[in-house]
């Protein structure tokens, strides 16, 4: 059990570096990332977006009602913040793209192998891991941290809407407060978080999807290891990334 | 008479325990067509695997153009594919490129034409195989036997010197069969290609190939013109030619004794 696991992690690794190497070839195509930015980006915007209202009225419900028990409600502006730049955001995000641009990433590549097109690439001397896997790749790495600025600013908006408009929180003091408490370093942790999940989402996308089995079941089975595997990986980086940043 | 394309010499391969090939011979003359013929299981598409490089071999020899397959670097191997056209069972076209793009596919990735040339090569290309008007569909709207004509566009746009279909006639209806066994002819005699075809169906090959292997359970049981196979008296080519069900290649797959397995103990599934 253990052993296997160690074992896949190794492939898993061994595939990033043969994909690395073609990421420089890849790079000379910029229409290729473009479009898959496109495709596993721009189409989860209706998601992120949606969800990152809902978590962030979620958060000035919950941050007033915490707040102001200790009346320090005005606070309610950097707990919103720190709890979006730092958390929220980049595990939320991270986690609805697995679910959203993964898992179609991985069907897709599954599909392409069940259906001999990434053997017929390899005939025509092209290298499928340039061609199809590199650009898709690059393109989730990018997109991630995109998709997170954007659900922050949308949850920012969202704990405004209920924590300024419904509770009445002073808009001076959220704003200002939020101003003055938040660091550069609190911004690059989420920065730097966004990066990381977003080589994990797409690394664990693109691998399961290249190595499934060309059948049917292999194909789903594809799928479902890319949510399960993603979801776990991205928890466990959040909560090795922010010991790290904590113990710095 | 030049070297062959394709020669292979004391091959042996298995999967898992599983012998596929056990000591195969066979060669590819060049400008010929070369039939491989077998029942279904006897590893035909695992060959055209194996003389591609896609897989390589537990022991013996698959040379292509004259290298040894197995020993070449990657781009070594790239550049013998780039001189190889791979015809796929299902045309394996990339679904989501218009017909165009993907005749265009190969030639895009290999070398850098003006879009002018580029449209004319790829539509004389269609045009060979008399799709020139569908160039702008996309591969979901074409018929299995239109998906294969257009595979076999792309498949000859890099001109190549080895053509290798697998399978061109399975699941076609009688008139596209014969416009795939009239191309096959044609990419031949005119452009002087070498060409592997695999397959099953006895009657097409013998119309259009110059050799043809019989395969079965992993050596070469005859080989010949088909005329000469025709009139082979080895039971299991007879078997093969006349398509019978029962030979020396038995219907049943290996099982225990019909009788005692309806009267015996009911067997638990695991």
Known sequence: MIAAALGRSGAVVLFLLRVLRQCGPALARPGDIVQQVYNTGARSLVIIMLSGLFVGMVLGLQGFDLLQRFGSEDALGVAAALGLLKELGPVVTALLFAGRAGTALASEIGLMRATDQLTAMEMMAVDPLRRVIAPRFIAGVIAVPLLVAIFNVVGLFGAQLIGVQLMAVDAGAFWSQMQSAVELDDVFEGVVKSFCFGIACSLIAVYEGYHAKPTAEGVGLATTRTVVVSSVLILLLDYLLTAAFLGR | ?????????????????????????????????????????????????????????????????????????????????????????????????SVFENVAFPVR????????????????????????????????????????????????????????????????????????????????????????????????????????????????????????????????????????????????????????ELLGPTRRSS
């Open chain 2, 109 to 260: 990735a290999h070398a850098r034409l003006p879009e002018s040339v580029l449209r004319r090569l790829v539509l004389s290309k269609l045009h060979a195989v008399g799709l020139r008007g569908a160039a702008e569909l996309m591969p979901a709207q074409l018929s299995g036997g239109m998906a294969r004509r257009v595979a076999l566009a792309r498949a000859i746009v890099m001109d190549p010197e080895l053509l290798i279909y697998d399978e061109p006639f399975v699941g076609l209806d009688p008139i596209s069969m014969g416009v795939i066994v009239r191309l096959i002819r044609e990419l031949n005699e005119a452009l002087g290609i070498t060409s592997i075809v695999v397959s099953h169906d006895v009657d097409e090959l013998s119309s259009i190939a110059h050799q043809s292997y019989l395969l079965s359970e992993g050596r070469v049981v005859a080989s010949g013109t088909p005329a000469a196979l025709r009139d082979s008296d080895l039971p299991v080519v007879r078997q093969f030619m006349s398509g019978a069900a029962d030979g020396p290649v038995p219907f049943h797959f290996p099982a225990d004794d019909y009788a005692s």
């Open chain 2, 1 to 97: 008479m030049t070297d062959p394309v394709v020669k292979i010499s004391e091959l042996h391969y298995a999967v898992g325990s599983r012998p596929i090939f056990a000591g195969l011979d066979l060669t590819v003359s060049r400008g010929e067509i070369t039939a491989i013929m077998g029942p279904s299981g006897t590893g035909k598409t695992t060959l055209l695997r194996l003389i591609t490089g896609q897989i390589s071999a537990d022991r013996g020899a698959v040379q292509l153009f004259g290298q040894d397959i197995g020993a070449v670097r990657k781009p070594e191997l790239y550049a013998l594919r780039r001189r190889t056209g791979m015809l796929f069972q299902n045309g394996a076209l990339l679904t989501d490129l």
